[in-house]
């Protein structure tokens, strides 16, 4: 992006509207089932609050320093922290842009089906990721604007697709649907944090082209929050109406096609699946190339977003439809993101100070990592002791200031 880019508040909560409508949002609510229906919606929206309040608290740093939202890992951890913060959020979104790629083909393969249209399923992701890499390309005002249409567009066709489904009387179908024996409340928590806390390295990187702090990070809470929670609801509603505890990886993606197909609501849905891919998946590689840069200096953005889109194109096209271990991805990132960036916030708005040494920050980091897999392994809910563990041991090794 050029340094005279500039993004108001309302093309933050566009942005993140955008972002909220996903076929990821979809396939993560699914893997609520096994909650039943009120369970899984109050995951959900607890998920969201505290998640989007950590993603847009940690982007508001981007809005104040002008730093990327890896960059600003050095404000805590100097110089190293950044390098590696940098190579953990470009592997992340490598794995995002291709988890992006393989949902649209995935869902776009029952509606090419429909029309007897045969296309193989890697040219698929192929056209997907070429699309989507080369709308990362574009650096000037023409993006702001090409993607308030696509957003707004967006939200329109989602809420008549609601309105279709909620039309058949679901709702009091689905309601009745109670949590299966043995669900575990606080790992589906974790798996709902995993997703929403995964934007917070990517936040500022967009952050930091808004003048306007907190009206910018209430607006990206707000667009992100409403269509996000609707995503992951819809997942869920249609996962437990194909009845399924356990599910293929790809249920709920499929499921909600078919149940539109079934409905008659193609041209819609077909938009939902072009569009929200693109909208989504694009910040991921914009984004990776920005935390590439970290790393690399020489890399530019531009290149970088070629080598992020290529990567997680070709991810995508070898696994070819089969989806594995997303669980466990997303509790990946959360062991990683949620005590680095603990000790950050830590730092920025409570301690509000510099420590002398990046020393406190990595034991902090580490011993928070090591705590999420160890609560994790046993059943018991991570996200928040990691989280207030990290920024608790920070504020306790962090010498003060004579």
Same mark, same amino acid.
């Given at each position: ?11 933050f ?5 955008g972002?909220?409508?996903s /076929? ?6 699914g893997?609520l ?7 899984g919606i ?6 969201h ?11 508001? &740093?981007?809005?104040?320093?002008k ?6 890992l $050095? ?22 842009t291709?988890i ?11 509606l ?8 193989p ?12 890499t080369?709308w ?8 702001k604007?090409? $993607?308030?249409v696509?957003?707004?567009? /967006?939200?329109?066709?989602?809420? #008549? ?14 309601s $009745? ?10 790992a589906?928590?974790?798996?709902? /944090? ?19 702090k907190?009206?910018t ?5 707000a667009g ?8 992951f ?7 437990l109406? $194909?009845?399924?505890y356990?599910i ?6 499929s499921?909600f ?20 891919t693109?909208t ?9 190339a ?9 890399v ?6 070629l &080598?992020?889109g290529?990567?997680g ?12 271990? #997303?669980?466990?991805?997303?509790l990946?990132i959360g ?32 011993v928070?990592?090591? /705590? ?6 046993f059943?018991?809910g ?11 041991l ?8 004579a």
């Open positions: 992006m050029t340094k005279s880019f500039q993004l108001r508040p309302t093309d909560f566009l942005l993140w509207a972002a909220g409508v /076929l990821a949002d979809l396939l993560v609510g893997t089932a096994s909650h039943g229906w009120w369970s109050a995951l959900i929206l607890v998920g609050l505290i998640g989007n309040t950590l993603i847009f608290a940690a982007g508001a &740093i981007s809005t104040q320093t730093m990327s939202g890896v960059g600003t $050095q404000l805590a951890f100097g110089r190293w922290g950044s390098v590696l913060g940098g190579i953990a959020n470009t592997l992340q979104l490598i794995g995002w291709g992006m790629l393989l949902t649209g083909a995935f869902a776009a393969a029952p090419l089906d429909h029309w007897n249209i045969t296309m399923f890697w040219l698929l992701v192929l056209l997907f990721g070429a699309v989507t080369l990362s390309l574009v650096r000037t005002d023409f993006w604007y090409a $993607q308030r696509s957003v707004v567009l /967006l939200l329109g066709l989602s809420a #008549y697709a609601a309105w279709q489904l909620l039309a058949t009387g679901v709702l009091g179908q689905i $009745q649907i109670a949590p299966q024996a043995g669900a575990n409340a606080w589906g928590l974790d798996i709902v /944090l995993g997703l929403v806390i995964s934007w917070m390295p990517l936040c500022g990187d967009y952050a930091r082209f808004s003048d306007k907190w009206p990070a209430a607006a990206g809470w992100y929050f409403v269509t996000s929670c609707f995503f609801a819809l997942g869920l509603a249609v996962t109406l $194909q009845g399924g356990a293929p990886a790809y249920s709920a993606v499921g096609i078919e149940l539109f197909l079934g409905l008659g609501v193609i041209a819609p849905v077909l938009l939902i699946a072009v569009f929200s693109i989504t998946t694009f910040l991921d590689v914009y984004s990776g920005v935390s590439l840069r970290s790393v690399v200096p020489q530019s953005e531009v290149t970088g977003s &080598i992020i290529l990567l194109t070709v991810m995508a096209a070898l696994l070819g439809g089969d989806l594995f271990g #997303y669980d466990h991805f997303l990946a062991a990683v993101l949620l005590p680095l960036f603990g000790v950050l916030l830590t730092h920025f708005y409570i301690l509000k100070r510099e420590s002398p040494s990046p020393i406190p920050a990595f034991i902090s980091w580490g928070g990592m090591a /705590l999420y897999f160890i609560l994790t392994n059943g018991l991570a996200s928040l002791p990691t989280l207030l563990l990290a920024g608790g920070y504020a306790l090794l962090t010498p003060s200031q």
